[in-house]
């Protein structure tokens, strides 16, 4: 094979098939190999990296929920000031593994996009809940998210063995366990992340159709500069949480 057919078939392997390439063409003594072979082997070195990642979260998701069913719960919209609380509970199976897989905050746009979509393709199960400003209220948020995880895994219609949470404990089921940083440490809880900011982020875009002068679509309601003056030009749309607008809004709804 000349140089060039040698190249393209070293970039175009497989992940499994890449690396018995590599090491066939390590010594080819013609410098555009040696190029080709350097660059693809540290691609293959960060994606193997990564992989390794991606199967610890599963393995400390199979440590702490066992072999039954286990559930990842997470949330989204807790800081900001309009829109819901969101909460996703999901059950994911052993294989297929999900690649890539991870705190919705390490990912962009287009990567939770992707994922969520082969989330909802592959999980055996995804529970969703919105508390709606009003509510959030009235109850306050420990028990706003309290009941919204509750809801979240009832929703999924499966009756979990273990439910793991991100964070400290809720007390939202008796199968619970938490754990710091669990969104990026245990692939349900990441799923769950990665679904709830997606599910919610749509909603935020929706809103911004019906309140175009807040701009819920970049901000997607947390208390950006921008959406502050908004408001106090404004006031505070039907979407708006009144209890976490006090120290800005002096003036009545005007919507």
């Avoid at 060039?4 to 555009?32: H, S, T």
């Avoid at 691609?43 to 286990?70: D, N, S």
């Avoid at 719960?73 to 052993?94: F, N, Q, S, W, Y």
């Avoid at 009756?159 to 990026?184: F, Q, R, S, W, Y």
Wanted: proline content about 5%.
């Amino acid at each position: 094979m000349n140089a060039r057919d040698i190249c393209n078939l070293i970039k175009g392997a497989d992940y499994d098939d890449v690396e018995a390439l590599l090491d066939r063409y390590a010594d080819d003594p013609r410098g555009q190999v040696q190029k080709t072979v350097q660059a693809v082997r540290r691609k293959h070195e960060r994606e193997k990296a990564e992989r390794e990642r991606v199967l610890g979260m599963y393995e400390l998701e199979r440590e702490l929920g066992g072999e039954g069913i286990v559930v990842g719960v997470d949330e989204v919209g807790r800081g900001p000031i309009a829109g819901p609380l969101t909460v996703a509970a999901v059950a994911l199976p052993r294989t297929p593994i999900i690649w890539g897989i991870n705190d919705s905050k390490q990912l962009t746009p287009q990567a939770r996009e992707r994922l969520a979509v082969t989330i909802k393709e592959t999980a055996l199960a995804i529970g969703i809940c919105h508390i709606p400003p009003a509510e959030i209220d009235e109850r306050g948020m420990g028990a706003s998210l309290r009941r919204a995880m509750a809801a979240a895994v009832e929703n999924t219609g499966v009756d979990p063995d273990c439910v793991l949470i991100d964070g400290n404990p809720v007390h939202a089921h008796p199968m619970e366990k938490t754990l710091v940083k669990g969104d990026a440490r245990i692939a349900c809880i990441a799923a769950a992340s990665i679904y709830a900011k997606v599910t919610r982020d749509r909603m935020m875009v929706e809103y911004d159709r019906l309140y175009p002068v807040y701009g819920f679509a970049s901000n997607k309601g947390y208390g950006s500069a921008a959406h502050i003056a908004a408001i106090k030009e404004y006031g505070l749309s039907p979407i708006h949480r009144v209890s976490f607008c006090g120290n800005f809004m002096e003036m009545p709804t005007l919507f």
